[in-house]
């Protein structure tokens, strides 16, 4: 079982900047992508940002050259960088780990979230 723990979420003007972390209850170097998600009022979640084991980066288009994710496989926790926010990346913030098991296939795991308002 994985507990992943977000923070850092928070109220701030557009053009500002907010950095979300997420600490993981056991080494990170086990998850093979680890990602964060949004999801916006009556809006379904998407992917904002994932980093695979090997260091790979992918971003939704809506976040390219603003956001960057990074790991510290040292301190367990996975960042978001967020900067030049906009209104529109208000939402809730959640942080996603993906394990491959030999036995099991695929195992998600999920933080509870943590919102971002972004005043215009």
């Known amino acids: 079982q994985v507990q992943l723990v977000e923070s850092g979420g928070g109220l701030v003007q557009a053009g500002g900047s907010l950095r979300l972390s997420c600490a993981a209850s056991?080494?990170?170097?086990?998850?093979?992508?680890t990602a964060w998600y949004r999801q916006a009022p009556g809006k379904q979640r998407e992917l904002v940002a994932n980093?695979?084991?090997?260091?790979?980066?992918n971003y939704a288009d809506s976040v390219k050259g603003r956001f960057t994710i990074s790991r510290d496989n040292a301190k367990n926790t996975v960042t978001l960088q967020m900067n030049s926010l906009k209104p529109e990346d208000t939402a809730v913030y959640y942080c996603?780990?993906?394990?491959?098991?030999?036995?099991?296939?695929?195992?998600?795991?999920w933080g509870q979230g943590t919102r971002v308002t972004v005043s215009s």
């Open positions: 996603n780990a993906r394990i491959l098991s030999w036995r099991s296939g695929w195992n998600a795991y």
């Open positions: 056991r080494s990170i170097s086990s998850f093979n992508v």
């Open positions: 980093i695979a084991s090997g260091g790979s980066t």
